[in-house]
């Protein structure tokens, strides 16, 4: 069994009149199934309303289902009882740094997960410590939060997620407001985290970071459009085109180039040319 | 402009006065306020101010920082001083037309200043002292027993944190919008009052609809990090009382004792 299921998701949004009267309702979602193995690295990719950023909200009981079921280690999204079970082993990092802050100094933010699980004191602050020194905050923990720049702020709100020790982590666009520095080291830390076998599923529209993933999934109008390799997806110029996404530009480059198609990286890339 | 006002500001500091626990110090600080209400006369105010400017000695925060921050407020105690030097009837000093001078109205109005000017600088020390973050633990502390009655102690700390938090946010916000309506010709600066006051809607709807927006926002990622309401929630600061605190609540009482007193000196200062 995979860690989490996803099965036949179907999310519809209620649209109201100026009564509060359901008039019509839109389909976010419309028949998504996927499976996430534990330990994995998954990219989830699609134009501006495919439904991904709605798909991430799913896998952690923020949205309930429609139609369908997501499940993460057996337990269902749906199920009342186990809600706060999975928000705890399901973490998420969302887009906006300066919105997903609680408290103003550092070490309390991220204090404010493990506090909400009711931990012990001594055991919340090992944790803190612990997070800060992975996203390599830890000399900053009794700063304001307004003093820190995008980056640190969202590198802040990792620790924050990891903090609470989850099996899985859901980035939802974590980059979008960042400069490329803030956007560089905060792709390093997912990758690190990934490596010590925390589970990462990475919403984005930024092609580059996919390639990173293990499998990435494409999302179109609410559909899933395919569910492959980097390697595979971007062999596929035709399906790129149609979900509406831009080759990265990498591989644009070794297309261009009429370089082997086995290259997936800058640094192959330009061992490719200097040969 | 915001940020000249220093009612509500921290000065960082690692005095005897700021370790002290912080329910110390607002317990503290509300007898201080009681106990200007309780000062019959001038005596009474010596002992409070000689007792407010030996913790502003031992807290090392500059004196001239805590008087910036009665610049702010020079208005409310001007307009105060005013009101009763004309309002109170007795012994006439000074006439003009329908506006009078007694002498009851003079020591009066200093009386009503000087008990002004001592309350708040009494009550900026203590946010000047304690960090925001463990006034609002300590508020929470100090409200628990109240929430067998209904009070949401952890609910009204949560706000004030948040407020705390987002009050940077939400100045950088209106900034990007007075920007942005510069950009496209808004004039803020020129014309009389009303119209100035006017020009700021422009400014406030934005924010207002943006600040629903980051409320949203954060709704989600407190949801996600597994807030639901205090009740089975633990914190990672435990507050304590030290020895220090002991001693406070000693000197406390002394004050208070003397304040009491106070009221009975009959020689005029």
């Known amino acids: 069994m995979a860690f989490i299921e996803v099965k036949n998701l179907i999310l519809e949004f209620a649209k109201y009149d100026d009564a509060g009267k359901p008039v019509s309702s839109k389909r976010a979602l419309d028949g998504v199934s996927l499976d996430i193995e534990k330990g994995s690295f998954v990219a989830v990719v699609g134009m501006n309303g495919s439904g991904k950023s709605t798909l991430a909200k799913c896998l952690n009981g923020l949205l309930l289902p429609t139609e369908g079921s997501v499940t993460v280690d057996g337990m269902s999204t ?18 906006n740094p300066d919105n997903q802050l609680v408290s103003s100094i550092v070490e309390d933010d991220v204090a404010f997960g493990p506090e909400n699980l009711g931990i012990e004191p001594d055991e919340i602050r090992r944790r803190v410590d612990d997070a800060l020194r ?10 304001g939060a307004h003093m820190l720049s995008g980056g640190q702020k969202q590198r802040i709100a990792i620790a924050g997620a990891v903090a609470m020790r989850p099996d899985c982590i859901v980035f939802d666009e974590p980059t979008a407001m960042l400069d490329p520095a803030g956007r560089k080291s905060v792709m390093e830390i997912i990758e690190e985290l990934n490596s010590e076998g925390i589970t990462v599923v990475l919403i984005t529209h930024f092609m580059e970071e996919a390639l990173e993933a293990d499998r990435v999934i494409v999302l179109r109008t609410g559909q899933l459009l395919a569910d492959r390799s980097p390697k595979e997806l971007f062999a596929d110029a035709e399906l790129v085109r149609e ?12 297309d261009r180039l009429g370089l082997d198609k086995s290259i997936m990286s800058k640094d192959e890339l330009v061992d490719a040319c200097l040969l | 402009m915001i940020r000249d006002i220093t009612l509500g500001q921290y000065y960082p500091g690692s005095s005897a006065v700021h370790r002290l626990d912080a329910r110390t110090k607002i317990i503290a600080t509300l007898i201080y306020i009681v106990a200007l209400f309780v000062v019959k006369n001038f005596w009474g105010f010596l002992i409070a101010g000689a007792a407010l400017f030996a913790v502003i000695e031992v807290s090392k925060v500059p004196v001239k920082f805590i008087f910036r921050g009665l610049t702010a407020v020079f208005m409310i105690i001007a307009f105060t001083f005013l009101i009763n030097l004309f309002m109170v009837d007795g012994r006439v000093l000074w006439q003009w037309k329908f506006l009078s001078i007694t002498e009851e109205g003079v020591n009066r109005a200093f009386f009503m200043a000087v008990r002004l000017v001592l309350l708040i600088i009494g009550s900026s020390l203590m946010t000047l002292t304690t960090k925001p973050i463990e006034l609002t633990d300590g508020l929470e502390k100090l409200m628990k027993p109240f929430s067998k009655i209904g009070v949401p102690s952890h609910e009204i700390a949560l706000m004030m944190t948040i407020a705390l938090r987002f009050i940077p946010t939400l100045m950088e916000e209106t900034d990007k919008i007075i920007k942005a309506q510069q950009a496209r010709g808004a004039d803020f600066e020129s014309g009389n009052l009303i119209r100035r006051a006017k020009a700021l809607i422009p400014i406030l709807i934005p924010l207002f609809i943006s600040s629903f927006r980051i409320a949203q926002d954060l709704a989600l990622a407190m949801e996600a ?30 004050f208070l004792v003397a304040i009491v007193l106070s009221r009975f000196i009959n020689v005029p200062i």
């Not at chain 1, 749906?78 to 887009?95: K, N, P, T």
């Not at chain 1, 996203?135 to 009794?142: F, I, L, Q």
């Not at chain 2, 929630?233 to 000693?250: C, E, K, S, V």
């Open chain 1, 134 to 143: 992975k996203v390599g905050m830890y000399d900053k923990k009794d700063k």
């Open chain 2, 225 to 254: 990090r597994c807030y639901h309401g205090g009740s089975g929630r633990t914190r990672m600061n435990q507050i304590r009382f030290h020895r220090g605190d002991a001693i406070a609540a000693l000197l406390v009482i002394v």
């Open chain 1, 78 to 95: 749906a199920d009342d009882e186990h809600i706060w079970d999975i928000r705890s082993r399901v973490g998420m990092v969302f887009q």
């Open chain 1, 243 to 254: 979900a509406g996404l831009e080759m990265p530009p990498v591989i644009e480059l070794r």
